[in-house]
């Protein structure tokens, strides 16, 4: 079946990095996100990194991807308060059979403390 | 550029009252979901529809139906709303190849 597990708290102070790790089951997933929400809004795509890469850079963000271990993680560098978020980890089943949708991680809410 | 538009945006409804949430986008895209979002609990899929024509159950789909009505518009409906089903709900539209989620802004329902 498919799962995807996250913490549900990080607090960090700002200026620092920030991890926020997932772990999921579905070793056929094709994609793995990372969705951003913030307070009264809907989730918005930070990031997401193809099964076949170890690694995604993107400017301050920096996504990880171990295979083997079924676990992606997201770390956030020199964290700003605005950042402050719900963060979400997701996965996608293959399309052919699941019409692209996603399987959401419970969230880790990220405070970063001035 | 408004992409996903959701109505209404609040809603109290008595325990058995029926309603329908409302969701457009104009992204053209092929997939359109409903989700629900309870603390702890994450987004949950209740409904998606892979293409015009077409809807398919996801995990949480007691309760509920919903209408592609055409490519822009998926319905969600709660034919005898239920405690239960106070959550927010997120409607979201992708297109296949890249699998992209836009949501929109959420529903907050209330049912007492």
């Known amino acids: 079946g498919e799962d995807v597990e996250q913490s549900l708290f990080l607090s960090v102070r700002e200026g620092d990095s920030s991890v926020i790790n997932c772990t999921y089951t579905?070793?056929?997933?094709?994609?793995l996100y990372w969705y951003k929400q913030e307070p009264g809004a809907g989730l918005q795509l930070l990031t997401y990194?193809?099964?076949?890469?170890d690694m995604k850079q993107d400017q301050r963000l920096t996504v990880l991807l171990n295979k083997k271990d079924k676990h992606l993680s997201l770390r956030i560098a020199d964290t700003q308060t605005g950042d402050s978020a719900i963060y979400f980890c997701?996965?996608?089943?293959?399309?052919?059979?699941?019409?692209?949708?996603?399987?959401f991680g419970q969230g880790t809410e990220l405070s970063v403390k001035p | 550029n408004a992409g996903v538009t959701q109505t209404p945006k609040f809603q109290v409804l008595k325990t058995g009252q029926s309603m329908t949430l409302q969701c457009a986008q104009d992204?053209?895209?092929?997939?359109m979901y409903w989700y629900r979002q309870d603390p702890g609990m994450g987004l949950r899929l209740i409904y998606y529809?892979?293409?015009?024509?077409?809807?398919d159950k996801g995990e949480v789909p007691n309760g509920y139906n919903v209408s592609r009505l055409n490519k822009r518009e998926f319905s969600l409906r709660l034919e005898s709303a239920a405690p239960s089903q106070t959550s927010v709900y997120f409607c979201?539209?992708?297109?296949?190849?890249?699998?992209?989620?836009?949501f929109g802004q959420g529903t907050r329902l209330t049912v007492v």
């Open positions: 990194i193809f099964s076949n890469m």
């Open positions: 979201a539209s992708s297109e296949a190849e890249h699998y992209e989620a836009f």
């Open positions: 992204m053209n895209h092929n997939s």
């Open positions: 997701a996965e996608t089943p293959p399309f052919y059979n699941q019409g692209g949708k996603l399987i």
């Open positions: 529809s892979a293409s015009e024509g077409t809807t």
């Open positions: 579905d070793s056929s997933s094709t994609y």
